[in-house]
């Protein structure tokens, strides 16, 4: 009979996974905590551990970093709430078999099993990645991201990655390879847009001295020099009718024939291709070929824009807080406060992530923290105008965490305030108070709550 050990603090969960294993025919041990699990493995040494990370008491991380000390350790399976794939890279670096990122279903946590009972090798270690590479973010729908990554990484088939500009298409492009069956081979990012179609085929496929007037010695192309990895092909949408066929042509049979060259070679490549446009649309348009979306859409990852995900956006100030404030030397700024949030959770975000990513470092460098709401109002106001919408949902649209009564007026006021460009007479009107009135609410925080001569936000 397979013993599995099952390690979460959290009773639902852990009851869930046991039970679905018992149906199976597994003999089932449940640990509450690491110390519990400890005891259970002095007892008897399971097949295979099931634990969840993040535990009082000890992570998942220690309980592998202990079992990976006995000979012959056995498989663990990491599961994960924590929407960050940081943790399930750094599990793969310390050599644990697997993870599931918390909700999953049944059927995807049996087949792991399965697959790792079957195979008792342990997964190639990741190389090592810096902080941009994380992806930051816990919104079920960035989850939904991480367990299609989860999912499609080792699979040799190719994946169209959809989302606005911004999004962190290269960054799951990125993690699509680190989890990938070949993680120590190269990843070769290719930039579609708006090339001339000599050159992206001389950029993919390589060319021979003499092939075109410019060519004056022999190139590797990009597919070339990803044989054994990843090839990244970003703005796949750009590409031209003529390109369309012979990328197709070689999607069908894996070979490469640079320019000038007289016979092809055959190279083993996992293509991920990107592009902010509808590609659907596109063939439906009649701008894209049918049978080139269908080769390269083997598999569609859809990363949802900033808005519809905005309940990440304090997860990810605090990352690029973090991140700006290591790069740039900047004394630590503090966590900002809800009405900031508030204020920067009413913005649009055309541009996504990357758009968060440069308000903040520029409120890092002019204001050192992100508390100045004169200074955001302006960068926000300022970051190209020409992208910016309407607010995206009504402002009496309440969603949990709620705010208390005093800083949900200072909030309301800041959305409106950014609505208006920072335009305080335009606000105040908006409102139904006096330009004063509105000026001192602004300032309440820090002064007391009487008429002061107005200054400037
Ligand atoms: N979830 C995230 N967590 C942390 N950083 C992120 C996240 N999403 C995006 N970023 C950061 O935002 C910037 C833009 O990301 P990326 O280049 O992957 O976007 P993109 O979708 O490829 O955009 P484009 O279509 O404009 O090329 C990068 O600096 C990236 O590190
Ligand atoms: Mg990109």
Redesign the pocket.
């Known amino acids: 009979m397979t013993d599995v050990l099952v390690v979460d603090d959290d009773l639902a969960i852990r009851e869930m996974v046991a039970l679905a294993l018992e149906k199976r025919g597994y003999r089932v041990v449940r640990a509450q905590s690491l110390a519990a699990a400890r005891t259970a493995l002095r007892e008897r040494r399971p097949d295979l551990i099931l634990s969840d990370i993040y535990m009082p008491g000890g992570t998942g991380l220690d309980l592998l970093k202990e079992i990976q000390d006995l000979d012959d350790p056995p498989p663990i399976i990491l599961m994960t709430a924590r929407g960050t794939i940081e943790t399930a890279a750094a599990a793969l670096k310390e050599g644990v078999f697997d993870y599931l990122a918390k909700p999953f279903d049944l059927d995807v946590m049996l087949a792991r099993v399965q697959a790792a009972l079957a195979d008792r090798t342990p997964a190639p270690p990741a190389p090592k990645e810096g902080p941009?590479?994380?992806?930051?973010?816990s919104h079920p729908a960035?989850v939904a991201v991480y367990k299609a990554i989860g999912k499609v990484a080792p699979l040799k088939v190719p994946v169209l990655?959809l989302?606005?500009?911004?999004?962190?298409?290269?960054?799951?492009?990125r993690a699509l390879h680190r989890f990938s069956a070949r993680p120590g081979g190269p990843f070769v990012p290719v930039h579609c847009g708006a090339i001339p179609d000599t050159l992206i085929e001389s950029e993919l496929f390589g060319h021979r001295r003499g092939a075109f007037t410019d060519a004056q010695k022999d190139r590797r192309g990009a597919l070339a020099l990803a044989h054994g990895g990843t090839v990244f092909l970003?703005?796949l949408g750009e590409i031209s009718p003529v390109f369309q066929v012979k990328l197709l042509r070689f999607l069908e049979d894996g070979v490469i024939q640079p320019l000038g060259a007289e016979k092809g070679e055959a190279v083993d490549v996992r293509v991920v291709a990107?592009?902010?446009r509808d590609l659907k649309a596109m063939v439906a348009a009649g701008t894209f070929r049918e049978d080139l979306y269908y080769r390269i859409a083997g598999f569609e990852v859809r990363?949802p824009p900033l808005r519809e995900r905005i309940s990440?956006l304090p997860d990810?100030v605090a990352?690029?807080q973090a991140r700006f404030q290591r790069d740039l030397g900047l004394p630590e700024p503090g966590a900002p406060s809800p009405a900031v949030l508030s204020l920067l959770a009413a913005h649009p975000w055309p541009?996504?992530?990357?758009e968060?990513?440069h308000v903040v470092r520029r409120a890092l460098i002019e204001a050192g923290a992100l508390e100045d709401a004169g200074v955001l109002l302006r960068i926000l106001g300022g970051a190209e105008p020409e992208l910016a919408g309407p607010l995206p949902a009504s402002p009496l649209s309440f969603t949990p965490p709620f705010l208390p009564l005093e800083d949900l007026e200072q909030a309301y006021i800041l959305a409106v305030l950014s609505h208006c460009g920072g335009n305080k007479t335009e606000a105040a009107r908006l409102l139904g108070i006096e330009r004063k009135t509105l000026a001192r609410k602004l300032r309440r925080p820090e002064g007391p709550d009487t008429e002061e001569p107005e200054r400037d936000l």
């Open positions: 941009e590479s994380l992806i930051v973010g960035l990655i989302g606005e500009t911004g999004t962190g298409k290269e960054l799951v492009a970003d703005e990107a592009t902010h990363i990440d990810l990352h690029f541009g996504n992530v990357r968060l990513g």
